[in-house]
Each structure stands twice: as structure tokens, then as C-alpha cells.
């Protein structure tokens, strides 16, 4: 699969960049285990798909960034840094899910969240298809936290079935990738707390 464009288009780029942050979300650990257990409540993959959305409108659109701009109109938004993601994420797993993150996994996945923002502005989608096909290995696979000594707990994966699916090939559809939907707006946005915590999400321009 060619997954380099001369010219890449702008909805093609929204939609992986999409994706690979719905994908992030869906191999963060610490997510996985927050919604495996309901800490979210009965409604915890719900609420995953909706932080991906959250997330997702940090940045602006590449469908809008495409647009011709009259002279007089201001510069479009600027996409926020590292540390603006890590904050928001921190701040839903604490809003959302009940969870402290104290591990530190919140600066990978913001990391891995910017590098597919920056290939995806190049038209370049094979970092997200490698973080398809690593989902797609864990599909079907639930998380086992076991406590070892120093209370520290140790995490492995376990299928729930034995026939889950072989090999996949290299070339996956769009469709067979985590759902993600805008934040929806009867959701309040968490309130910015004295340390000004990141709000998850904006009000549209």
C-alpha cells in the first residue's frame, strides 16, 4: 500500500489523523485497564470514544487549515504542544475515569499523539497504519493487572479467545479502527482547576 501522497488531501488527512488518535487512546494502558473496569461507569468505552474527540479538537482541522484566507482575516489556529495534551489527558482520566495516572504513560501517548499529527500534515500515514496493525493485535484481548512485590502491579494481555484472527494484512479498511465521535455538546467541559489545567474542550470560532 502506497501511503505517501504528492498531494495529500485535506480529508484524507483529518481522517488519519482521526484515527491515530483514536488509536493512541485504544493502546494506552492505563485507559484500557480504567475502561476494562468500568471506572468511567457503565458507559466507559463511550466515554473513551468521546475523549478521543476531545482530543481531536485541540487541533485545527486540516479541511479548515485548507481554506483560502482573505488577507484581513486573522492566522489560523495554532495546533497546541506537547505538554497541552498531556495535561488534557491527564485531567480526563481524572475527571472521567476516576484514575491518577502516575506512571508517566500520558507523555508517551501525547508524543505518539504529536508525531502522528506532524506525519499526517506530510501526507505521510504509515505511522498510523503501524498503530492500526498494533491495535488490531490486541482486539479480543483483555487486561490481567496482577500485584508483584513492591505493590507495584504487572500488566499482561489475554485473549478471550483462542480463534482470534491470524495475520492481518498490511492493508487495513478505515473502517475496522476504534470509533471516535465529536465531544458531544450536553457534555460539560471540566472546569479549569487553579493549576489552569487545559480544558478538554473549545468552543467552536
Not at 493512541?24 to 475523549?51: C, I, M, Y
Not at 475527571?95 to 504529536?114: G, P
Not at 479502527?177 to 450536553?186: C, R, S, T
Request: hydrophobic letters at 35%.
Amino acid at each position: 500500500m502506497e501511503s505517501m501522497q504528492t498531494e495529500p488531501s485535506p480529508e484524507t488527512q483529518q481522517a488519519q489523523f482521526e484515527q491515530g488518535v483514536a488509536i493512541s487512546l485504544h493502546l494506552w494502558l492505563s485507559l484500557t485497564v480504567a475502561v476494562q473496569g468500568n471506572l468511567g461507569g457503565p458507559d466507559s468505552e463511550d466515554k473513551r470514544d468521546w475523549f478521543a474527540g476531545a482530543i481531536v479538537e485541540m487541533f485545527p482541522s486540516f479541511v479548515d487549515l485548507a481554506k483560502p484566507r482573505a488577507p484581513s482575516q486573522k492566522p489560523p489556529p495554532q495546533d497546541p504542544d506537547s505538554e497541552d495534551v498531556e495535561a488534557t489527558l491527564l485531567q480526563v482520566m481524572w475527571d472521567e475515569f476516576e484514575t491518577n495516572v502516575d506512571d508517566d504513560s500520558e507523555v508517551e501517548v501525547a508524543d505518539r499523539i504529536m508525531k502522528v499529527r506532524a506525519q499526517c500534515a506530510a501526507g505521510n500515514y504509515e505511522f498510523v497504519e503501524d498503530l492500526r496493525r498494533r491495535w488490531l493485535a490486541t482486539k479480543g484481548k483483555t487486561i490481567k493487572v496482577q500485584e508483584v512485590d513492591g505493590g507495584d502491579q504487572e500488566t499482561d494481555w489475554e485473549s478471550d479467545d483462542d480463534d482470534e484472527e491470524g495475520d492481518e494484512d498490511d492493508d487495513v479498511e478505515m473502517g475496522e479502527a476504534p470509533a471516535l465521535v465529536a465531544a458531544p455538546k450536553e457534555r460539560p467541559p471540566p472546569e479549569v482547576d487553579e493549576d489552569g489545567f487545559t480544558k478538554v474542550t473549545r468552543k467552536k470560532r
